[in-house]
Every structure is written in structure tokens, then in C-alpha cells.
């Protein structure tokens, strides 16, 4: 049985992956690829090494190697996906392989396509003795299995377009997480739109726009707009394609057949309409649609915008959102009172969300809204949403800016198992640079109200219902309390400065439960470095402790090879409930140690109480880099003052040019004094420097010395 819709269970499998992982590190099959990895590592260094003869001798050996290899990380792909990222041989490396090797060697990959979600149920149908999710790429290579060492994505469904990058082996394909961050993102969301421009047959030469202009408001205005909203979650990508004129008047609003006589006509014109998410209808003036500016399918594919009104991001912004699943923002006015049972409903209300009535502007979605598309709280890189479970005074950053603290405060309401009070700190920045008219909203809080569990919930509450009483000013401003009558929760803004705001939460009180501490290091695995190299883990501790209980203060230890040393420069860390601190662990190795992987144990333990403690297992590499040999020239032999001195570094090994090696040039004047150039070698081995003279530069003879890899050469030039 398969299915592509299974949200719960998706739940299930995360966790599952999650605890799997602290295990993964010491699996035996991972042990092997480690390994195997060093020992493959060594036949190449051999190979580089060896003349011409034992070259053909060593390569039999070194494919079968190199084969063997790869099918011990196909199957540790399927139970433990970390592992082959762990072992992974970076593709600057792997390139110096002999052609027969490498194509046995994994690849760091980026790959776009579109992504299929399928559960095998095992065992038979009256007993099923367990259930596997499959995800898998669909690109235009073909198709990749994908394999999530932790966090497979619960958002997305079959049919989402993704970009992913990751570690290719074979047809298989492993990522760190399928969820994303700005910096380390291995799955984003591409949502591909083909934007059809569509006229009528008594009107056929009405065309209000150009390509260009559309192209520009749509993949890249409101484009920019996803990718701000979504903390660079989403884009928009696609083509725009017509005029098209399709055989229906511009006084009928038939928008299922100008759909389909639009896609006929951009079929016919050639386009492969397969390959996008989304299809937008931009119609020329019609009349008969004057109802609308535009309409779009929930969580389908569909977008019609009447050409009657003019064109503007928040129109695709808004129809896209419906897309994405969301519903409209409302605002329910109860009068006097900021909630009621029953108000007067409207279901464009929210002016400070484009799912609701933002005709002037282009607010961003409302923090209910991204939580739904996991823009917010959607993993390890999405900004959090902080649920208050307990008295408090807690911090927001700035709504609209990038930076991974908490966007917003889910308050649980009075008598409620399912409504929430969320509240942003919104600021006049990027697509809510509007909000600079509205010093409420600059100097407060916004709040809303939702239920996670119907998308169509959104309403934005005013917490002035008396003045002013309009939901123009909503906002609660700094040194203001909100008190929920029926629960006594109580909400106040402390402070607000253009960086954060300080906002008070008051509930009832409970008892204290201590609990282990959460910990994290980055990086969970190190670059690949020289023995003797330092390596600096950041590790985070957080007290899980309720919130009831007083300050913890965290040991910090290591447990490392012997001879190693570790220092940190904080042994301890005292927070308090709910606290995250960080401390460094600087690790060295013994110089002369053997490649291979090293485990660098980490644990923090409750002073206090010992048996709160957690621990996880770092990874420090140790790789020797394949001796290098490098040659430097110039362009010229002599050159006068105001011309560019091209200079050539050229890095082999073995007689095969090594790509992607960084290099640093070292021009030395005449008359003393240096100056320190840089560049990558590309596929020919060879990176190209440009030393620009002055004018007046100083006659006589220049040093140059190109250095890669821990090899290096010189030559000279003269300027005359
Ligand atoms: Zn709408």
C-alpha cells in the first residue's frame, strides 16, 4: 500500500530518525566505511605516487577497492544515513582519482526536482509489522532515492519541487536534514510557476504588460518576497510565457476554460507544462470577473489574476499563499471587548498579513501562517516560535530579519486545548517597511489568534478595542498589560527597542521537575585537517529543567583518545529553565597521528544532580592531503609600471592536475614589503593571479612565490 498523504506518522518517523542518530556513530557498518575510506585514501596516495608501470598495476586493485567501497555505503545509506556523510570524501579530493576510481567515489551533489513521498507498509494486510517512508527526487538525470540522517521533511508533499544537495552515491542521495537553514540548507522548497498571459478573442490585442515586466513582479519581486517571508526557505522560479488569446469573451468569467485553453495554447507553443508547480493565469481585463482581482486553488496549483486592477506583489503573494495551503486573515470586531464568542466577522480584516485586506502594501504572512508552511518553527534552520509553558519574561527579535531567535510567543488560551495567542514583534523592515506609519505596532506587540488545527483560524486581535477602535492600531504597546479575564494570564510588552522586545508572560505557578539538559555541538564533524590541528566545537546546553525550578549549573567535559588534549574556556554553565549558553571546546591532536575519523565525547551533567546529564559524540578527521607539486610563471618577463602581471600557479599530483586547491601568492618588491594574493585552482589544475603595478612601482627584480597544499614555488619578474 502507498500513499502520499500520512502528516501523523510523518511525526513518528522524525523522532525515530532523531534518536537513531546519536546511536548511528557507533554502528559497525560505519566503522567499516571509516575504514575503508582511510584505507582507500591510502591506495591513492600510493597511486599518486608510483611511476607509470606500477600505476597500471595498483589500478586494478584500486577500482575494486573503490567498488567494494561503494556498495558498503549503499547499504549504509539505508539504516544509517549520517554515517556516509560522516565518511563522505569531498569532491576537491575524489576529482584527483583516476577516472575508472572515481566513478565508484561519491559525489557532493545539488540536484532540483520534483519530490515523490511514498509508505510501504510490511508484513501482510490483516498484520503489518512495520512501515517505511521513501522519499525520492525526480529530476531531470533521473531518479535519486533520498536518505535524511535526521529531520526527514514532514511539510512537503508529493509534487513539491525541491532543491537538495547532498552526498551521491550511485543513485542513492544522503542529506543532513530535510529541513532547511540559510546557511547549511541541504532541501529547500522551489515553487515553479509558469505565468501564462492570457487575452480574449473579442479584445486580442489588449496586452497590459510585457514578459518582462511580469517576469520581474512575479520570479523576482514576489519571489523576493517568499524568500524574505520564508527566511530563504522559498522561491519562486518559472517561465512567462503568451500572449495567448484564448476563444472566450472578455465579458465570461469561465476560469476553468480559460485555463484550459491557456494551457492548450502554451502546450502548442511548445512549453513543457509538466514541470512546474503552479500555473498562473494573467489575464487581460475581463470584465465579467470584476468581482475579483484574483482567485486561486487552496493548496492546488492554479492562480487566475484579473487584469481589470493593476498588478502588484501582493497579489501573487496573496494567491500564492492560497496555493501553499493558507486561508484568509480575518479580524472578528467584538466591540469593546479584544475577544468575544461572536463578533462581527470580516474575512479580509487583517491589514498586517497579505492573506488579508493589504491592497497598499505587502505585509508579511502573520507567525500562525508560517508556522503552518514551516517557514516558522518548521526545524532545525526556521526561525522558532516560543510555546509558553510557564511565568516568564521572554525576547523577540525583529519579525522581519533573518536571524535564528524566536519570531513569536504561542500562549495557550484560557479554557482552550487548541487556541493560541501568538504575538510578533513587527518592525518597518524589508516587505513591512510600511509599518513605519503605525508607532503602535513600532512600539508594541501584534497579536493574533489561532488554532494549529484549522488552517482557516487566523484572526488579528485589537488590544485597544476602546481607543482607538479600529484595527489599524492593534498593537499592544510597551508597559501595557493584556489579562485574559478567564484564566488570568497576563501579557506585557516590558520594553521594545528597534533590536528585540521584552514581553512578560504571567501564569500560574508549578512544581519543580528536574530533567536531563539538551546538547549540541557544531560542527558534529570537522573539516578534514592536518594531526596537530586545533578544532573548535561550539556546544549549547540547555536546561530542560520545569520552569518552577531554580538556576542548574552544567558541568562540561570530554572524553578524548589518549594523549589528546581538550581545553574549554568555560567548564561550566549556570542557566535557567528554558536557558540555552554555549562554551567552546578547542581539540588538538597529537601530531603524527594516522588519518582516520576520531570520536570527541562531549557531556554536560547537573551539578547538583549527576544523573542529569547527556552526552553526544563529535567527529574530529584527520586527513593528510595527497603530496602536491606546484609551479609558478608569468605572463611576460618584463613590464613597466600601470601593467597587470598575470601569474600562473599551477598544482599537480601524481602528473594529474588538482582542481579546487586554494592558493596563495606571495609577491616580494624590490624594495621590501610584500603583498599576499589568492586564488582556486580550476579543473586544469592551474589558478591565475593578477598583480596589478602602480604607475610609479618600483624598478628592478620581483620575487613571486605560489604556494598549495603545503608545496611551493618561485620565479621572477622584472619591471623596468
Ligand atoms: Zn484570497
Known amino acids: 500500500m502507498s500513499t502520499t ?15 537513531s542518530l546519536a546511536l548511528a556513530q ?7 566505511a571509516e575504514t575503508a575510506t582511510t584505507t582507500l585514501l591510502q591506495m591513492h596516495s600510493s597511486y599518486q605516487q608510483a611511476n607509470a608501470t606500477q600505476k597500471q598495476q595498483l589500478l586494478t586493485q584500486f577500482t575494486a577497492m573503490a567498488a567494494q567501497r561503494q556498495q558498503l555505503l549503499l547499504s549504509l545509506m539505508q539504516s544509517n544515513p549520517g ?8 569532491n576537491n579530493v575524489s576529482h584527483t ?6 566513478k565508484y567515489v561519491e559525489q557532493s551533489v545539488t540536484a532540483q526536482g520534483v519530490l515523490e513521498v511514498l509508505y510501504e507498509m510490511q508484513g501482510t494486510p490483516d498484520k503489518t509489522t512495520g512501515a517505511v517512508l521513501h522519499h525520492f527526487l525526480n529530476s531531470s538525470t533521473g531518479r535519486l532515492g533520498l536518505h535524511f540522517a535526521a529531520s526527514a521533511p514532514t511539510h512537503l508533499l508529493t509534487g513539491s519541487v525541491v532543491r537538495v544537495h547532498g552526498v551521491q552515491v550511485s543513485n542513492e542521495l544522503t542529506l543532513a536534514s530535510g529541513s532547511s537553514s540559510s546557511n547549511n540548507t541541504s532541501l529547500q522548497t522551489v515553487s515553479a510557476a509558469a505565468t501564462l498571459m492570457v487575452n480574449f478573442q473579442d479584445n486580442p490585442s489588449a496586452q497590459p504588460w510585457t514578459a518582462a515586466a511580469v517576469q520581474n513582479m512575479v520570479f523576482t519581486q514576489t519571489s523576493n ?3 524574505e517571508n520564508s527566511f530563504q526557505h522559498t522561491w519562486l522560479t518559472g517561465d512567462v510565457a503568451g500572449w495567448f488569446t484564448v476563444p472566450v469573451a472578455s465579458t465570461n468569467c ?8 491557456a494551457l492548450s495554447a502554451a502546450q502548442a507553443a511548445g512549453y513543457n507544462l509538466s514541470s512546474y508547480s503552479h500555473y498562473i493565469y494573467l489575464m487581460s481585463s475581463n470584465t465579467g470577473c470584476s468581482a475579483w482581482w484574483g482567485l486561486a486553488t487552496i493548496g492546488g496549483g492554479d492562480v487566475w489574476v484579473n487584469g481589470q486592477y493593476n498588478i502588484a506583489v501582493h497579489v501573487f503573494a496573496h494567491e500564492m499563499g492560497h496555493n501553499f495551503g493558507l486561508y484568509h486573515a480575518h479580524t472578528v470586531d467584538c466591540g469593546t471587548q479584544v475577544m468575544c464568542a461572536s463578533g462581527n466577522f470580516s474575512d479580509y480584516g487583517d491589514g498586517f498579513d497579505t492573506m488579508g485586506a493589504s491592497s497598499y502594501s505587502s505585509p508579511h504572512y502573520d507567525a500562525f501562517h508560517k508556522e503552518q508552511l514551516g517557514w516558522l518553527n518548521g526545524g532545525s534552520g526556521q526561525p522558532p516560535i516560543t510555546t509558553v509553558t510557564a511565568s516568564g519574561t521572554y525576547q523577540l527579535s525583529p519579525y522581519e530579519v533573518q536571524d535564528s531567535n524566536p519570531k513569536a510567543l504561542k500562549i495557550l488560551q484560557a479554557g482552550s486545548t487548541n487556541s493560541y495567542y501568538y504575538v510578533e514583534f513587527r518592525q518597518a523592515q524589508g516587505f513591512d517597511s510600511f509599518l513605519s506609519n503605525y508607532s503602535d505596532v513600532m512600539g508594541g506587540v501584534v497579536f493574533h489568534s489561532a488554532s494549529p488545527s484549522n488552517s482557516n483560524s487566523s484572526d488579528l486581535l485589537d488590544l485597544t478595542p476602546t481607543s482607538p477602535a479600529t484595527f489599524s492600531h492593534p498593537a499592544l504597546v510597551a508597559g501595557q498589560s493584556y489579562t485574559d479575564a478567564t484564566t488570568g494570564i497576563t501579557i506585557t510588552p516590558v520594553s521594545v527597542s528597534s533590536t528585540g522586545a521584552s514581553v512578560q508572560v504571567t501564569l500560574g505557578s508549578g512544581t519543580c521537575t528536574l530533567a536531563n539538559p539538551s546538547i ?10 592536518l594531526a596537530g590541528s586545533p578544532v573548535n566545537f561550539a556546544v549549547t546546553v540547555t536546561d530542560n529543567d520545569s520552569p518552577a525550578c531554580v538556576q542548574s549549573t552544567f558541568n562540561l567535559s570530554d572524553t578524548l583518545p589518549s594523549g589528546w588534549s581538550g581545553v574549554w574556556n568555560a567548564t561550566a554553565l549556570t542557566l535557567s529553565p528554558g536557558q ?6 578547542t581539540v588538538t591532536s597529537p601530531t603524527g597521528t594516522a588519518d582516520g575519523f576520531y570520536n570527541v565525547g562531549i557531556a554536560a551533567t547537573n551539578a547538583a544532580s549527576p544523573s542529569n546529564t547527556s552526552s553526544l559524540t563529535a567527529t574530529y578527521v584527520i586527513s593528510t592531503p595527497v603530496p602536491a607539486s606546484v609551479a609558478v610563471s608569468t605572463n611576460q618577463p618584463t613590464y613597466s609600471g600601470g601593467q597587470t602581471v598575470a601569474i600562473s600557479v599551477s598544482v599537480t599530483s601524481g602528473g594529474n592536475p588538482v582542481s579546487g586547491a586554494a592558493v596563495s601568492v606571495v609577491v616580494a618588491k624590490p624594495t621590501g614589503g610584500a603583498s599576499t594574493l589568492s586564488g582556486t585552482t580550476g579543473s586544469n589544475g592551474v589558478a591565475v593571479v593578477n598583480y596589478r603595478l602602480n604607475r610609479k612601482a618600483a624598478k628592478g627584480m620581483y620575487q613571486t612565490t605560489g604556494s598549495a597544499n603545503s608545496a611551493s614555488a618561485s620565479t621572477t619578474f622584472m619591471v623596468q
Request: proline content about 8%.
Open 225 to 227: 518576497w517568499d524568500m
Open 26 to 32: 557507533h554502528s559497525a557498518k560505519g566503522k567499516a
Open 5 to 19: 498523504r500520512k502528516p501523523s506518522l510523518s511525526v513518528v518517523v522524525f523522532l525515530c530518525f532523531t534518536a
Open 580 to 585: 540555552s549558553g554555549q562554551a567552546t571546546l
Open 83 to 90: 554515517d556516509v556523510l560522516r565518511v563522505a570524501i569531498p
Open 254 to 261: 469561465d476560469t476553468a476554460t480559460i485555463k484550459s485553453k
Open 97 to 102: 582519482m583516476p577516472p575508472t576510481v572515481k
Open 520 to 529: 549540541n555541538a557544531s560542527p558534529m564533524q570537522s573539516q578534514w585537517v
